[in-house]
């Protein structure tokens, strides 16, 4: 199956469909995130699944484990490939919503948060982490695995650091946006890799977006990827 995970950030059904159509379902997986989540909620994530695509609901839970177990639960439920959580929700609530996943037994994969990639150094005393951007992801990393979740979101560059560590399982899965083929446009994103790179350092799934949506033949993009990354 395919490491590259297709962000569909679109306001509308319709956009993000036309897109979709003329993607193949044996070349990527879908992340379905907050927009599009809170506009068309689960038959829009029901319809992709019926045409053939695995979907990583990225909800980025955080609340008291109880709530946040419940919510794994219903995505459990509708049998996504994958869900996740912040990791500063703590262990308790990691544990509760790993539980809560494999009650349901579809087989999906919980992974979390470590420090969102928008965070930089600066910002981290403010919410009150005194911590280097790194330790506070490998505090984060190590807290995940702990609770038996499968993985992390982080950044592509990260990922040489967490498992320079040895402390993570072998099987641990990172899961790494801010990807950028070097001939796509860099957009927003700073910290950026290029899929062959992120995948040479460990990233098990790359995240991409823009550099697929928003080309003007997305199934052809999608293919240079591949080429680029087999
Ligand atoms: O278009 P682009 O490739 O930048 O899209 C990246 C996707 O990954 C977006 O859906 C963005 O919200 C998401 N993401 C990210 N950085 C994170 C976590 C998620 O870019 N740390």
Not at 106 to 125: E, W, Y
Not at 188 to 211: E, F, N, W, Y
Request: proline share 5%; hydrophobic share 45%.
């Amino acid at each position: 199956m395919s490491k590259v995970i297709i962000a569909l950030d679109f306001p509308t059904e319709s956009a993000a469909l036309a897109l979709v159509d003329q993607l193949d379902p044996s070349m990527c997986r879908l992340k379905v995130g907050l927009e599009m989540y809170t506009a068309f909620g689960r038959p829009f994530v029901k319809n992709l699944m019926d045409k053939g695509f695995e979907i990583f609901l990225d909800l980025k839970f955080h609340d008291i484990p109880n709530t946040v177990a419940a919510a794994c639960r219903q995505a459990a439920d509708i049998g996504v490939w994958m869900t996740n959580v912040h990791a500063l929700g703590g262990l308790k609530m990691m544990q509760a919503a790993q539980k809560a996943v494999e009650e349901v037994g579809s087989g999906t994969q919980l992974i979390a948060v470590t420090i969102l990639t928008s965070h930089q150094q600066s910002d981290l005393p403010l919410i009150g982490v005194n911590d280097s951007v790194n330790d506070q992801v490998a505090r984060l990393a190590c807290l995940t695995a702990e609770a038996g979740l499968e993985g992390i979101v982080c950044s592509a560059q990260e990922v040489e650091m967490l498992k320079g560590l040895n402390k993570l399982p072998e099987d641990f899965v990172f899961v790494t946006p801010g990807i950028r083929p070097e001939w796509a446009a860099t957009g927003d994103q700073q910290r950026i890799m290029t899929p062959s790179k992120a995948l040479s350092v460990g990233s098990t799934h790359l995240v991409i977006g823009r550099p697929i949506t928003a080309a003007e033949d997305p199934m052809a993009a999608l293919k240079r990827i591949q080429e680029e990354i087999k």
